[in-house]
């Protein structure tokens, strides 16, 4: 088997979705702990911000389609399960054990039997913190590749086109129409809007569908005024309710800019630069353990980042959460046995 080429558009475009991550969790818990104590236009711009950070997670699962469904790239089920399901199991429980221990440090507990049943009863049932709920839409997908790459593999481009047709229509349209009113009776036994990101992300980086970088870019413009001018309504005139066409993957407006965003990215001919490899290889453990600083920094520190020049202030504890999850990571990395998890 022939050893796939480094891609370097798709290192940079996971290490700013990381970041746009970092940053998405960041806001979310400022405005969770100290949103009652911000003026509206705080709260508003805020708000903005997450709605228009939400491209980060579709843009990772896009990458994920267009490397695993190649198909040139040749996945037995052995492997899958080994190399991919269990890796992924591997370190949900670990940072469910991780966030346990935590916990009850800060909280000043006492480490007992129980602590031990709240790991399990964390892993099982998906009541650890809540970013892990990535781990299992991952476990999902690839549980699922062998049937999508029997898809990729067999079908013709137009096939591959109607069906992303049909899971955008069925998937992000209809659901719209549901929320602003039009009830549509049609369905398909499909409820999650991930699939038509993985197949998306293969079409678009293998060709079957394609875009110019003015396309792309006029998509992200277009989507990105848009998330701003609803976001603005939904605040202004509460009675509208647009929180699921804004704040939601499967919204038309985060789906064009996702496109948009993985497509543009994806078409710039990138320098070979062995840093953004190297930087490319920590996001994993970056997205699995960023939170840690994060929670430390707005609620144990009560750090209110609204305080004294907001932008500037986020900007640098964003900043600062990136950079200590990053050394972090290497450092985990150096750890026998826990290096594996991350």
Same mark, same amino acid.
């Given at each position: &088997?022939?050893?796939?080429?480094?891609?370097?558009?798709?290192?940079?475009?996971?290490?700013?979705?990381?970041?746009?991550?970092?940053?998405?969790?960041?806001?979310?818990?400022?405005?969770?702990?100290?949103?009652? #104590?911000?003026?509206?236009?705080?709260?508003?711009?805020?708000?903005?911000?997450?709605?228009?950070?939400?491209?980060?997670?579709?843009?990772?699962?896009?990458?994920?389609?267009?490397?695993?469904?190649?198909?040139?790239?040749?996945?037995?089920?052995?492997?899958?399960?080994?190399?991919?399901?269990?890796?992924?199991?591997?370190?949900?429980?670990?940072?469910?054990?991780?966030? #346990?221990?935590?916990?009850?440090?800060?909280?000043?507990?006492?480490?007992?039997?129980?602590?031990?049943?709240?790991?399990?009863?964390?892993?099982?049932?998906?009541?650890?913190?809540?970013?892990?709920?990535?781990?299992?839409?991952?476990?999902?997908?690839?549980?699922?590749?062998?049937?999508?790459?029997?898809?990729?593999?067999?079908?013709?481009?137009?096939?591959?086109?109607?069906?992303?047709?049909?899971?955008?229509?069925?998937?992000?349209?209809?659901? &719209?129409?549901?929320?602003i009113g039009i009830?549509?009776?049609?369905?398909?036994?499909?409820?999650?809007?991930?699939?038509?990101?993985?197949?998306?992300?293969?079409?678009?980086?293998?060709?079957?569908?394609?875009?110019?970088?003015?396309q792309s870019f006029?998509?992200?413009?277009?989507?990105?005024?848009c998330i701003i001018?609803?976001?603005?309504?939904?605040?202004?005139?509460?009675?509208?309710?647009?929180?699921?066409?804004?704040?939601?993957?499967?919204?038309?407006?985060?789906?064009?800019?996702?496109?948009?965003?993985?497509?543009?990215?994806?078409?710039?001919?990138?320098?070979?630069?062995?840093?953004?490899?190297?930087?490319?290889?920590?996001?994993?453990?970056?997205?699995?353990?960023?939170?840690?600083?994060?929670?430390?920094?707005?609620?144990?520190?009560?750090?209110?980042?609204?305080?004294?020049?907001?932008?500037?202030?986020?900007?640098?504890?964003?900043?600062?959460?990136?950079?200590?999850?990053?050394?972090?990571?290497?450092?985990?990395?150096?750890?026998?046995?826990?290096?594996?998890?991350?």
């Amino acid at each position: &088997m022939v050893k796939q080429e480094p891609i370097y558009s798709f290192y940079y475009l996971r290490t700013i979705s990381c970041l746009g991550i970092v940053l998405l969790h960041f806001m979310s818990g400022a405005i969770g702990l100290y949103g009652s #104590v911000i003026s509206q236009n705080e709260l508003l711009i805020s708000q903005i911000i997450l709605n228009l950070l939400l491209w980060c997670v579709p843009c990772f699962v896009m990458i994920t389609g267009a490397l695993l469904l190649d198909k040139n790239k040749q996945l037995s089920l052995d492997k899958i399960l080994k190399r991919y399901v269990l890796r992924i199991l591997e370190a949900l429980l670990f940072c469910c054990i991780i966030f #346990v221990v935590y916990d009850v440090i800060v909280h000043k507990e006492s480490f007992d039997l129980y602590t031990v049943i709240q790991v399990f009863l964390d892993f099982f049932q998906g009541s650890s913190w809540s970013h892990l709920w990535y781990l299992y839409l991952l476990i999902g997908i690839y549980l699922l590749l062998p049937i999508y790459k029997v898809v990729t593999k067999g079908a013709s481009d137009k096939l591959i086109k109607y069906l992303l047709l049909i899971y955008f229509l069925f998937l992000s349209v209809i659901p &719209m129409l549901e929320t602003i009113g039009i009830h549509i009776a049609f369905y398909i036994m499909v409820s999650s809007v991930y699939p038509f990101y993985l197949f998306f992300g293969y079409a678009l980086h293998h060709g079957i569908i394609s875009l110019k970088r003015y396309q792309s870019f006029f998509m992200i413009v277009l989507s990105t005024l848009c998330i701003i001018f609803l976001t603005i309504v939904n605040q202004e005139n509460s009675h509208y309710n647009l929180g699921n066409v804004l704040s939601n993957y499967s919204s038309v407006f985060v789906i064009v800019q996702s496109i948009g965003i993985f497509s543009l990215v994806d078409s710039i001919k990138w320098k070979n630069r062995e840093w953004i490899k190297k930087l490319d290889v920590l996001t994993f453990g970056v997205y699995l353990i960023h939170m840690l600083f994060i929670r430390s920094i707005l609620k144990y520190l009560s750090i209110n980042p609204f305080l004294n020049l907001p932008v500037v202030t986020i900007s640098l504890l964003v900043i600062v959460v990136f950079i200590l999850s990053l050394l972090t990571v290497v450092i985990l990395k150096k750890v026998p046995i826990i290096n594996k998890f991350i």
